[in-house]
């Protein structure tokens, strides 16, 4: 599905336009900067480094809402200590999906904020259906592993169990499949001798908190075109 969309700068300012293929070139009112819906589970350490480029000015974004299926996660926390919107939503009756009454909250939500781009930062659970539908080529996440390689939970015991000599990060487009869309970009990690799961996710992390929020700065500044499963401006 991701085809049928261009992805287009508007000079001098900096915004994602997302315009049907074939649509007349014509003007597009520019609008700046591109707002974030963050969705995550946990502590929020990939959210908290992409607010803080944020205000560094190295990504030309705001944060317009912060939603969370954990009540006390930490990534609330650091929402609200930046004096960014933030919410608890419950998720509903599933473990690892909102069920249908959870999903039309958090679209609301969404919505009402004026979202343009939904980042996910840590969220635990599986978004399909409507969410993605109605959130077409403009969901993001990043996985712990060099996708397609070692998908799912856990990813870099994965790596390390199965021997390979690098693993990394990955930046991608959510799909309806689990950690199958078009990948956006990534950064290699090496995998040391006598390396453990903690210490290895633990680099991880910091090609993460590296990686992300320039990802998002390359989305924002219309870098990133896409064509099929094929991505082209930003490599990581």
Known sequence: ????????????????????????NRPVPAIRPLRLGVLGSGKGSNFVAIADAIAAGSVPAEVALVVSDVEDAGILAHARE???????????KFRTKLDE?????YLGALRDAGVELVV???FM???????????????VNIHPSLLPSFP???A???????GVKFTGCTVHYVDQGVDTGPIIGQRAVPVLDGDTA???????????????PAAVAAIARGEVRVRGRLTAGFAG
């Open 1 to 24: 599905m991701l085809e049928r969309f261009q992805f287009q700068v508007s000079p001098p300012f900096r915004r994602l336009v997302f315009r049907p293929r074939g649509f007349p």
């Open 82 to 92: 930046r004096g960014l919107p933030a919410r608890f939503l419950r998720p509903g």
């Open 101 to 105: 009454a959870a999903e039309a909250a």
């Open 120 to 122: 996910l930062a840590g």
């Open 125 to 139: 659970r599986i978004l399909k259906g409507e969410f993605l539908r109605a959130f077409e080529g403009r969901v």
């Open 152 to 154: 799912g939970l856990a």
């Open 156 to 162: 870099w015991k994965q790596a390390l169990d199965y």
């Open 198 to 212: 903690e210490s290895l996710h633990a680099r991880i992390q910091v090609a993460e908190r590296e990686l992300y």
